[in-house]
């Protein structure tokens, strides 16, 4: 039986640069919040989130316009709870469709930003934690999307606190020095190749 490593961490602690680095060693992972985008872009998920919002939540070409989502919800607990439990069961049933295609693997990795929010913490084997302390985090994400320090501080406010995760986690690691965080992640591959 494929095990099931989450792989986690607030905005900016660089849980991306670790799941590439999984996958450059041929490991799949499945990047749920990529995933997440595209099951949004269906109609029926576009409908039930357009239905959520008075305004219309749609760019010109009919897509989602994420950025005006992303403002009108993290000010807004309640809504972003409600976008979550429309997209959150429909990411899990491509979950399961995906991860047939690797049940030969020993482990797989699924990569989800708010695997704690959502309790998906209890569908895996074991959770990989990637943190980093918080002045480290918003001052990545600032670079990263450009956006102001209040935005970042909001989209953390939204996020379980690191002191939780860390509680709830098999494995964490700081990464603030890339070439550690790389180093602890081969050797965390290597337990995990043991399970």
């Known amino acids: 039986m494929t095990k099931i490593i989450g792989l986690t961490g607030g905005i900016g602690s660089g849980k991306s640069t670790v799941a590439n680095y999984i ?13 997440a985008k595209k099951i949004m872009e269906n109609a029926d998920v576009k ?6 919002f008075e305004e219309s939540v749609l760019n010109a070409d009919e897509t989602l316009n994420r950025k005006m989502i992303g403002e009108l919800v993290f000010n807004n607990p309640s809504k972003l709870k409600k976008i979550n ?13 995906w991860l047939k295609k ?20 209890k ?10 302390p918080e002045e480290v985090r918003i ?12 935005s970042v501080l909001a989209r953390i406010k939204n996020q379980f606190p690191e002191s939780d995760k860390i509680k ?23 337990i995990l190749a043991k399970l």
């Open 47 to 52: 409908q039930r989130i357009q239905n959520l």
């Open 102 to 121: 690797y049940k030969n693997f020993p482990f797989v990795i699924k990569e989800v930003a708010i695997l704690f929010e959502t309790g998906g913490n």
């Open 139 to 150: 001052n990545r994400t600032i670079k990263r999307d450009h956006v102001t320090r209040e």
């Open 85 to 97: 439990t429309i997209v959150h069961p429909e990411v899990q049933v491509h979950f399961k469709k």
């Open 123 to 132: 569908q895996c084997d074991k959770v990989i934690l990637i943190t980093a």
């Open 168 to 190: 709830l986690s098999d494995f964490v690691i700081e990464n603030i020095i890339l070439e550690n965080t790389l180093s602890e992640t081969d050797n965390i591959l290597k």
């Open 23 to 35: 996958a450059s060693k041929g490991i799949p992972v499945y990047i749920a919040d990529d995933e």
